[in-house]
């Protein structure tokens, strides 16, 4: 049975985490969340010691269980043929378009990041031990040459993320005037092929010479 106090926190995470999702954490209120999970501000700052708490115990959740998902397994990427694992990769970042899993709403939360860090973010991130690009990190370097520095590498793992976070973070609006994509199935395996030959195509011709330094 779960205890009371227990309950409230899990509201508490519940609501958070669809609202950083939706909205990002800037624009995420305490009060759009204590509405949302039908709590009072005091269970927030007792469970999290704040909207900053509340938020890296978020990104913790969503970090640990982003890295654990299938979607981007290390040792099953591995097993992959460069190609596929890139454009598995590829498709379980535009997952989002298609669903509102939990899942869904993790990887949501880090497209915003990736346009506008937060402190609590750019805080835990440099205390994570493990990052969160290390999977795309990997992949990218089946690609690139032996000799590519880490700083290209990484510079080129995240590219190739923010061509699929800026299509999970403007979905709505890619779906109105003037543009009126049809966020389908269909939408999601041609995007996601597009995004794959684009980067096969660029990938084997990084040099990466001029991001070598520190």
């Not at 669809?18 to 927030?44: M, P, W």
């Not at 535009?94 to 915003?112: C, G, Q, T, V």
């Not at 590219?159 to 994509?181: I, T």
């Not at 049809?182 to 990466?208: K, M, S, Y």
């Amino acid at each position: 049975m779960t205890r009371p106090a227990e309950h409230t926190r899990n509201l508490i995470i519940k609501a958070a985490v669809s609202l950083f999702a939706e909205k990002g954490f800037e624009r995420t209120s305490v009060r759009d969340i204590v509405t949302k999970a039908r709590v009072n501000q005091a269970a927030i700052n007792y469970h999290f010691k704040g909207k900053d708490g509340l938020y890296s115990e978020v990104l913790k959740m969503a970090f640990e269980r982003l890295t654990e998902s299938a979607g981007v397994d290390a040792e099953e990427l591995k097993s992959l043929s460069r190609e596929q694992a890139l454009q598995r990769f590829v498709h379980h970042q535009l997952r989002p378009l298609l669903f509102k899993d939990e899942m869904s709403r993790y990887i949501h939360m880090f497209a915003w990041e990736s346009a506008h860090p937060s402190k609590v973010f750019r805080k835990f991130i440099a205390t994570n031990t493990t990052s969160y690009l290390s999977a795309a990190v990997d992949i990218v370097r089946r690609f690139l040459p032996p000799n590519t520095h880490e700083r290209a590498a990484l510079c080129v793992a995240i590219g190739l993320m923010g061509q699929c976070s800026v299509f999970v973070r403007n979905r709505d609006l890619f779906a109105q005037d003037p543009f009126r994509m049809a966020i389908d199935e269909r939408f999601v395996d041609e995007l996601t092929d597009l995004i794959t030959r684009v980067a096969i195509g660029g990938l084997p011709h990084v040099n990466g010479a001029n991001l070598n330094t520190a």
